[in-house]
């Protein structure tokens, strides 16, 4: 038997082809990131203390808010100390937490995305048995379920990953541990895992982008059938906050891994705007187009 050297720790080579940028990009990242994290923050805030958002839609909302918190948080820190010029060791255990976060939250946000359409085609399509179907034990399995599928694909991609030998070397041509900047590193090659992730996060894509379809068709037709102008541009604002988040979600997700041998320079900006700036669109996007986050009085003072 051959000896190998386990590897402890790996080195993140951090983002590509940005030579005498660092300190460019590392300002830009940060504001960004401050900024994900005060306007989620704010969000909740207006949700859990102003009763009027204590709906369905808003609790939904403020799972989206911890997602993208918690999203932004798990490669933008370890980014932005490895621009400042800190160290750019990570541990094995920091590894394994990045792979499992990063498609945990991911999974989690994009079964919650699902979630929130079919709130929207309740609202829109059943408004006078809207809280009789949408009650607050329907909405607690509702996003205790996200949670825990989220948590299970996590755990399957991370454990695939890393059931691999590991023996060096160990610098990871990237800016996060991911799993197809890893398994190159393996000693023992195994095609299995790249398809099964592909599969895996294939499926997911396949799953929640057409039940959001089906249900937006559904509004879409609805509200073509509505006799008041009034009411149909009232139920089109309601839609358009999330169709926004839905549309930047997904976009960057299918376009990075049902096409994994894309070329490095795209791969990279669509995975930096995917956790630099996706997260942030959140706060952005629903404080500037609802009338009741607007309504919340800080929100007035801040204007």
């Given at each position: 038997?051959e000896n190998?050297?386990v590897?402890s720790q790996?080195?993140?080579?951090?983002i590509?082809h940005?030579k005498?940028q660092q300190t460019?990009?590392?300002?830009v990242?940060?504001?960004f990131?401050?900024c994900?994290?005060l306007?989620?923050?704010?969000?909740?805030?207006?949700?859990?203390?102003?009763?009027?958002?204590?709906?369905?839609m808003?609790?939904?909302?403020?799972?989206?808010?911890?997602?993208?918190?918690?999203?932004?948080?798990?490669?933008?820190?370890?980014?932005?100390?490895n621009l400042?010029?800190q160290?750019k060791?990570?541990?094995w255990?920091?590894?394994?937490?990045q792979?499992?976060?990063?498609?945990f939250?991911?999974?989690?946000?994009?079964?919650l995305?699902?979630?929130?359409?079919?709130d929207?085609?309740?609202?829109?399509?059943h408004?006078?048995r809207?809280?009789?179907?949408?009650?607050?034990k329907?909405?607690?399995?509702?996003?205790?379920?996200?949670?825990?599928?989220?948590?299970?694909?996590?755990?399957i991609?991370?454990?695939?990953?890393?059931?691999?030998?590991?023996?060096g070397?160990n610098?990871?041509d990237?800016?996060f541990?991911d799993?197809?900047?890893?398994?190159?590193l393996?000693c023992?090659k195994?095609?299995?895992?790249e398809r099964?992730s592909f599969?895996?996060?294939?499926?997911?894509?396949?799953?929640?982008f057409?039940?959001i379809l089906a249900?937006?068709v559904?509004?879409?037709?609805s509200?073509?059938?509505m006799?008041?102008?009034?009411?149909?541009?009232?139920a089109?604002?309601?839609?358009?906050?999330?169709?926004?988040?839905?549309t930047?979600?997904?976009?960057?997700?299918i376009?990075?891994?049902?096409q994994?041998?894309?070329?490095?320079?795209?791969?990279t900006a669509?995975?930096?705007?995917?956790n630099?700036?996706?997260p942030?669109?959140n706060?952005?996007v629903?404080?500037?187009?609802?009338k009741?986050?607007?309504?919340?009085?800080?929100?007035?003072?801040?204007?």
């Open positions: 038997v190998h050297t590897v790996f080195i993140l080579l951090g590509p940005i005498h460019i990009l590392f300002i990242f940060f504001t990131y401050v994900t994290l306007g989620n923050l704010l969000i909740l805030t207006a949700v859990v203390s102003d009763s009027r958002l204590h709906t369905p808003y609790f939904f909302l403020c799972n989206l808010s911890i997602l993208d918190i918690g999203f932004s948080s798990v490669n933008t820190p370890k980014m932005l100390a400042w010029g160290s060791f990570i541990s255990g920091g590894c394994v937490s792979v499992f976060f990063y498609h939250l991911a999974c989690t946000e994009c079964l995305c699902t979630v929130m359409a079919y929207r085609y309740v609202a829109i399509c408004p006078l809207y809280l009789v179907i949408m009650n607050w329907v909405c607690a399995i509702l996003a205790t379920s996200t949670w825990l599928t989220g948590s299970l694909h996590g755990t991609l991370t454990s695939l990953t890393f059931t691999l030998p590991y023996c070397p610098k990871v990237y800016f541990c799993i197809f900047p890893l398994v190159k393996a023992a195994s095609p299995i895992i099964v599969i895996n996060i294939g499926v997911l894509g396949v799953t929640c057409p039940l249900s937006y559904r509004i879409v037709y509200i073509l059938q006799k008041s102008g009034e009411g149909r541009r009232k089109a604002s309601t839609c358009a906050s999330h169709v926004t988040v839905v930047f979600l997904f976009g960057p997700t376009l990075i891994y049902t994994p041998k894309q070329s490095e320079v795209l791969v669509v995975h930096i705007f995917n630099v700036v996706t942030l669109l706060p952005v629903y404080t500037l187009r609802n009741e986050v607007n309504a919340w009085p800080v929100l007035d003072i801040l204007d």
